[in-house]
């Protein structure tokens, strides 16, 4: 497939958009993993000691799908790239996993992650 340019369209480095520039050293990208000077693998060693939990693979692979959704709406949309758009796809993907894929013993773990521990004191309180 030929492109007219393969230069990195979310930020103005004009580097070559290569998968480890997209996803970890990307200004775009890092500003999406709320990181911006950490090594782009430390990114993942990070996110996996820092959660502590089962599902960290998932969280990595949702943000880098969000990146990646980010990048074909400017791309073929014209829709603006903004970290907020990235991080609202991330919690949109999230939650439909949290609903419909994960198992019921890590769903709720994901609720905390994604909301925080008082969103899911409020929903433990409804169920009962
Ligand atoms: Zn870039």
Known sequence: MYLD?????????QEKETMPHLFLRCNFSKACWSTSSRPPFR????????LNVPFYMEIIILM?????????DWTFQQCPPSVQSCKRK??????????????????LAMMECLYGYS?????????R
């Not at 999230?94 to 419909?100: A, D, F, P, Q």
């Not at 969103?119 to 169920?127: E, K, M, Q, Y």
Request: charged content about 20%.
């Open 64 to 72: 880098a799908r969000s990146i990646w959704s980010v990048r074909n």
């Open 119 to 127: 969103f899911i004191a409020v929903f433990r309180r409804t169920l």
């Open 90 to 107: 991330f919690m949109e993907k999230m939650n439909t996993v949290c609903l419909h894929r994960a198992k019921s013993s890590l769903a």
């Open 5 to 13: 340019t393969y230069t990195c369209v979310l930020c103005i480095l």
């Open 43 to 50: 990114i993942f060693n990070s996110i996996k000691d820092k």
